[in-house]
């Protein structure tokens, strides 16, 4: 969809009858707020942005930019990492922050129903006053609202044990384009009636309707954790361990690296003691029952000093692990403090492959002179290359796109993949021909068509709307 044209009055009066005087705005200040989200060098600018506190108001708004064939651009709190709300062609911005409230927790189905404004913290802490326990853990989970995390399908410290938002989905109602109102799935443990809704909508990053209650799924709140640091001279080492727990048969809570770069910034920013001249670090927890908790813990920790490391801290108490937890957490802000612009990058690759990752991602850095630090969800083989650039040097960021599209054809024939837990949106759009087969993109389209022919909800994110020329790339 191209540019829209600015909403007119008669239609702004609309959406203030829907959702109140409050409900609406269209200050020009305060709606450039709303045209960028955490992904650098992309802006649009919103026609309006809206407040919904209902799903009926949302079912309305829809229905009434269907009718004047004006975009729709759902957003939780901006952060994603792929552009996936930049509101590239004007309309409305849908703020969900508003229907922010925890409708239900169901012990005895052990289930949640939430709106989409939820932030991701709140839910944890609610259901763990409970002693129950909402693995989805995206670093960002401080601020995000859970809506955004299943439009983006979000993953998170805990993935490697407990896997992403999508695993703990069980039920949801969306807005379609048309403004109809649908239920998918419920509080059923098995329900296999007609074909997985629920699946299709979590991770469409607002293409294929808006999400406005999810009902997920809890789990028993671990007895016990405890957390550990390994210390690398090597940076290789470090992968190695990596693939040698994984190989053990030991799957973690937490198995998170980070190299000499991101220490540092950490270290610098947040004072949480982590070695300075450390190449790299894991991160490691396990949860679970405290006798098997002891025992794995020991067990990586022997593995890590197998394959190098100098040296492997346990913490002493839950709060020294909470410190380290931290520090994992401070990556990304510690890094956006040494330059103007901080780009965060999303590849994974087969565990085994975590090596050869770190080294491509090295080697495209040197070759084209950018800096480039890693850190990321080792145990996932999910790894954020994090560029320090700045956007307004065209020369640099002219070689800072060249690096990233080494490091994401290196994914790519490691037999990894572009993106695994930011999506898509507008920031990869490019390179999903590099992951999907034309025919997985035709069905893909005809989804999308399917559900939005006027092609209303978020326009712009996901398939490229011009050709490039790509190199071909085959996977490993």
């Excluded at 802490?125 to 979000?154: C, K, M």
């Excluded at 980070?258 to 790299?280: I, K, M, N």
């Excluded at 403090?337 to 770190?358: C, F, G, N, Q, Y």
Aim: aromatic fraction near 4%.
């Amino acid at each position: 969809m191209s540019k829209s044209a600015p909403l007119d009055e008669r239609i702004l009066e609309e959406l203030r009858q829907i959702v109140g005087p409050d409900g609406v705005v269209i200050d020009p200040a305060e709606r450039a707020v709303y045209g960028y989200d955490a992904t650098p060098g992309h802006r649009g600018r919103p026609d309006a942005v809206v407040f919904p506190t209902s799903t009926e108001q949302v079912r309305e708004v829809v229905a009434l930019a269907a009718r004047e064939r004006v975009p729709v651009i759902p957003r939780g709190s901006g952060t994603n990492l792929s552009g996936g709300t930049v509101p590239v062609s004007g309309g409305i911005v849908l703020a969900l922050t508003r229907m922010n409230r925890i409708l239900e927790i169901d012990e005895a189905n052990l289930t949640a129903t939430v709106e989409p404004g939820v932030i991701t913290s709140q839910l944890h802490r609610a259901v763990e006053q409970r002693g129950l326990f909402y693995p989805p853990d995206p670093g960002s989970q401080a601020i995000s609202t859970i809506g955004g995390n299943l439009a983006e399908n979000a993953g998170g410290l805990r993935g490697l044990k407990y896997g992403v938002t999508g695993d703990y989905v069980m039920g949801l109602q969306v807005v379609l384009a048309s403004g109809q109102l649908i239920e998918t799935g419920g509080k059923n443990v098995k329900d296999v009636a007609g074909y997985d809704l629920t699946r299709l909508f979590v991770g469409s990053e607002g293409t294929l309707g808006v999400i406005t209650r999810a009902t997920l799924k809890l789990l028993p709140l671990p007895e016990h954790r405890r957390v550990a640091l390994a210390i690398f001279s090597q940076l290789e080492a470090a992968a190695r361990a990596v693939s040698a727990i994984i190989a053990a048969h030991i799957i973690p809570a937490t198995l998170e690296f980070l190299d000499r770069g991101t220490v540092e910034a950490v270290e610098d920013y947040a004072h949480v003691g982590l070695p300075a001249g450390a190449e790299a670090v894991l991160l490691l927890a396990q949860d679970g029952p405290r006798e098997a908790v002891d025992r794995e813990i020991e067990r990586m920790a022997e593995i890590c000093r197998r394959e190098g490391a100098g040296e492997v801290h346990v913490a002493a108490s839950d709060a020294e692990g909470d410190r380290l937890m931290a520090a994992r957490r401070y990556a990304l802000s510690a890094l956006a403090r040494r330059r103007p612009t901080t780009i965060l990058e999303d590849a994974t690759v087969p565990r085994s492959r975590l090596a050869e990752m770190v080294r491509a991602i090295q080697a495209a850095a040197e070759r084209h002179r950018v800096e480039v630090c890693t850190f990321g969800h080792a145990g996932d083989g999910n790894l954020h290359p994090t560029c320090l650039t700045d956007e307004r040097d065209r020369e640099e960021m002219a070689r800072v796109e060249a690096a990233f599209e080494e490091i994401f054809e290196a994914a790519v024939r490691l037999g990894g993949t572009i993106t695994g837990e930011h999506g898509v949106g507008l920031a990869k759009r490019e390179y999903l021909p590099w992951r999907l087969s034309p025919a997985t993109l035709d069905v893909m389209r005809a989804v999308k068509q399917a559900l939005d022919p006027q092609g209303i909800l978020n326009p712009g994110k996901i398939f490229a709307e011009q050709g490039r020329r790509r190199r071909v790339v085959h996977a490993a």
